[in-house]
């Protein structure tokens, strides 16, 4: 039976935070996107990356210092209600809902293309709803269930990076193996230069990689299970540039430093072509395991966070008073049933377009992904103009360089958001986003009209 009013248990540990973090970095945009990013921009993909974790560095330590103020499981959505208002805590957390859902669709697609590695006789959509279920099983046991599986689901992503930048700067460095006489880092600017598709071709690469990196947020949404949040979430948030620094911009310069970019190929992950070309035995599905690890994990954080945004929401009157309530092993099974059942429609878009499904699915991810983003930034500055004011106690891990430096990321946020246009298959986003957002604007003001319980 569910029982009201109890509270989420705080049975996430310190190493599960960490590897949680560090997992909300690493996913199928790094492993699966970054080819078609490659063929886009070049060696100058490097910039994008770079570019983007420094946005996403200000973004965490801003976040951070609003988990440690006071460490919630609605995180932002809590946050931007408390110093935006209520409707932007009612907009973020259905937004990050929205949000988790359809990113977990995208994980989930991309499961269904990588199991055709092995079956390509295999219905894209049908590894896609068995990976739905057995996700969505354990999702409703203990959250330590759903810690134990980011911890190990995690260590394959790292370990499988680490290996891949050794081998790698072993061949460069001492010239072995069939790649030796060519590998060298000028490669990086040996085949048309470092910008062979000058500054529009990073540009347009912005979309991949932002979504590359969502997910990094999710150590907030852990916030309210975490058993010393004072402790770990700081140090899990202050490595998240060293992770950004070694897993994607190492692994990148390693694989186009063994391997011209131009000879990558847009439609094969380069972790694939690398290890294979390295004479790695079975490197193939050694890497296409890794990768449909990385999408699993993806959506057991997806059916994760968007149960506990609906509990958060719940809790405050802006979602149905059913998702309110936990199980007797206080999770929120209401909040992931009704998840899980939308996330179903997977199953669909795969079916009706399976060629475009990837695309189209983290293009409109990336709006709930920005909005939380920029959301994030504002109430930090809200935050920090409270404390001045003497309405809020101050935190004493900060981030540096507010207030300027929340308005260049904003700024940047709202270039990615405009970069959507010039892409036909990602310009689906902003068809989206004006209907959601209008239909969110709807049920505020019927939920406002509504008499208090």
Same mark, same amino acid.
């Given at each position: ?229 004072? /402790?770990?979430?700081?140090?899990? !948030?202050? @490595? &998240? +540039? =060293?992770?950004?620094?070694?897993? $994607?911009?190492? #692994? ?113 991810? /990336?709006?709930?992904?920005?909005? !939380?983003? @920029? &959301? +994030? =930034?504002?109430?930090?500055?809200? $935050?920090?103009? #409270? ?67």
């Amino acid at each position: 039976m569910s029982q009201p009013g109890t509270h989420l248990a705080r049975n996430l540990r310190n190493r599960h935070i960490q590897l949680i973090a560090i997992g909300g970095t690493i996913g199928v945009g790094l492993f699966l996107g970054s080819a078609k990013a490659i063929h886009n921009a070049g060696p100058a993909l490097l910039l994008a990356y770079g570019l983007g974790g420094v946005a996403i560095f200000f973004i965490m330590r801003a976040l951070g210092e609003l988990l440690t103020y006071r460490p919630v499981a609605g995180s932002f959505a809590t946050y931007a209600e408390e110093f935006c208002g209520p409707f932007a805590g009612f907009v973020t957390g259905w937004s990050y809902w929205f949000m988790w859902v359809i990113m977990a669709m995208a994980e989930l697609t991309a499961i269904g293309i990588y199991v055709r590695y092995w079956f390509p006789d295999v219905p894209q959509w049908l590894p896609a709803l068995i990976a739905l279920v057995v996700l969505y099983g354990a999702n409703l046991l203990a959250v330590r269930v759903f810690g134990e599986l980011e911890f190990w689901f995690a260590l394959i992503k790292v370990t499988t990076i680490v290996a891949l930048i050794v081998a790698g700067l072993v061949v460069i460095l001492f010239h072995v193996g069939s790649f030796g006489a060519t590998a060298s880092f000028a490669n990086l600017w040996s085949h048309g230069g470092f910008l062979p598709f000058g500054v529009v071709g990073v540009l347009l690469t912005m979309q991949i990689v932002m979504f590359a990196y969502s997910g990094v947020e999710l150590i907030g949404v852990t916030a309210g299970e975490a058993q010393d949040p004072q /402790l770990a979430l700081p140090k899990a !948030t202050n @490595g &998240i +540039i =060293l992770r950004i620094l070694i897993f $994607y911009l190492g #692994a990148l310069l390693v694989i186009m430093g063994v391997v011209p970019w131009n000879e990558l190929s847009p439609s094969v992950s380069p972790f694939v072509f690398v290890f294979e070309k390295l004479g790695v035995p079975g490197a193939a599905s050694i890497i296409t395991i890794v990768v449909i690890t990385a999408a699993a994990s993806s959506c057991n954080s997806g059916l994760f966070s968007t149960g506990r945004m609906l509990w958060s929401l719940a809790q405050r009157g802006q979602a149905p008073r059913r998702f309110a309530t936990l199980n007797e092993r206080l999770v929120p099974a209401a909040g992931i049933h009704a998840s899980a059942a939308l996330m179903l429609l997977t199953v669909v878009v795969n079916y009706l377009v399976p060629k475009e499904a990837f695309t189209w699915i983290t293009s409109i991810t /990336l709006i709930g992904t920005l909005w !939380t983003w @920029g &959301i +994030i =930034l504002v109430s930090h500055r809200n $935050y920090r103009r #409270a404390v001045h004011a003497g309405r809020a106690p101050a935190s004493a891990f900060r981030m540096p360089g507010a207030p300027f430096a929340n308005w260049a990321v904003l700024a940047f946020l709202v270039l990615v958001t405009a970069l959507l246009a010039l892409d036909p298959d990602t310009r689906v986003a902003l068809y989206v986003a004006p209907f959601w957002f209008g239909l969110l604007a709807v049920g505020y003001m019927r939920l406002k009209r509504q008499p208090p319980v």
